[in-house]
């Protein structure tokens, strides 16, 4: 059983498009996160959510979006791709924050390229 | 605000040599935790350990071990007797109790490990 699934795994699509990358945990945690990893393998957080509530957003343009229907789920929106979004995605989860100790568990990533 | 060093960008090792990763963090916490992690070249990330910032206790699991001091600052990862599977990304990861960031990432260090 997949622990922390996104779909899907690549995504290609041009400038000015929308897209959407789902993310399923099925680990029952009470946090999921969405982190963007570019070329040079830097991992950056982009947002975390905990009980649907939104609790961290680093400086990422408005164009990205997440939106948590319920615990288990953390999508992220992309609206008017550019060129410079382009990138591997992770979604992870945790028990709870890991301000308070807990380790992450991470997707397969989700790698997009805008041409 | 937390900061993490990892200040070997690749590490090129002949299998059976060990090698040791090294992690120098930043904070102003007294509570933290010091996490790593494995990207394999398949790409997703995969949990190592954790380490709270009140036990300096060394870890040992298998081939792995890691050296956390204070004093320094340091969460070094050694793999003793390495193989060709051990090549793969290493990240080291700090989370600060009273932080706003739930985890920042080290650049990463690139393990080869050749035959």
């Known amino acids: 059983d997949t622990a922390v699934s996104q779909t899907p795994k690549y995504l290609v699509t041009q400038m000015g498009n929308d897209k959407s990358i789902k993310c399923e945990q099925n680990l029952g945690h009470d946090t999921m996160y969405w982190y963007k990893q570019d070329s040079k393998k830097f991992l950056k957080i982009m947002f975390s959510y905990n009980n649907k509530e939104l609790i961290i957003n680093e400086t990422v343009p408005n164009r990205f979006s997440p939106k948590s229907p319920d615990k288990a789920h953390l999508n992220l929106h992309i609206n008017s791709l550019e060129l410079g979004d382009s990138a591997v995605y992770f979604c992870?989860?945790?028990?709870?924050?890991?301000?308070?100790?807990?380790?992450?568990?991470f997707g397969p990533g989700t790698r997009l390229t805008v041409t | 605000a937390q900061k993490v060093t990892q200040a070997q960008t690749e590490i090129s090792v002949v299998e059976k040599e060990d090698v040791t990763l090294d992690c120098v963090y930043e904070?102003?916490?007294?509570?933290?935790?010091l996490f790593w992690y494995k990207q394999p070249p398949s790409g997703e990330l995969v949990f190592l350990i954790r380490?709270?910032?009140?036990?300096?206790q060394n870890e040992i699991s298998g081939r792995y071990s890691w050296n956390f001091q204070k004093s320094t600052s340091s969460f070094n990862f050694t793999i003793t007797a390495s193989q060709v599977v051990d090549s793969a990304v290493y990240f080291c990861a700090l989370s600060e109790a009273y932080g706003n960031n739930d985890m920042r990432f080290g650049a990463g260090t690139r393990l080869t490990v050749k035959p």
């Open positions: 380490r709270n910032s009140f036990d300096e």
């Open positions: 904070t102003r916490d007294t509570t933290y935790y």
């Open positions: 992870a989860s945790s028990q709870e924050r890991s301000r308070y100790g807990y380790e992450q568990y």
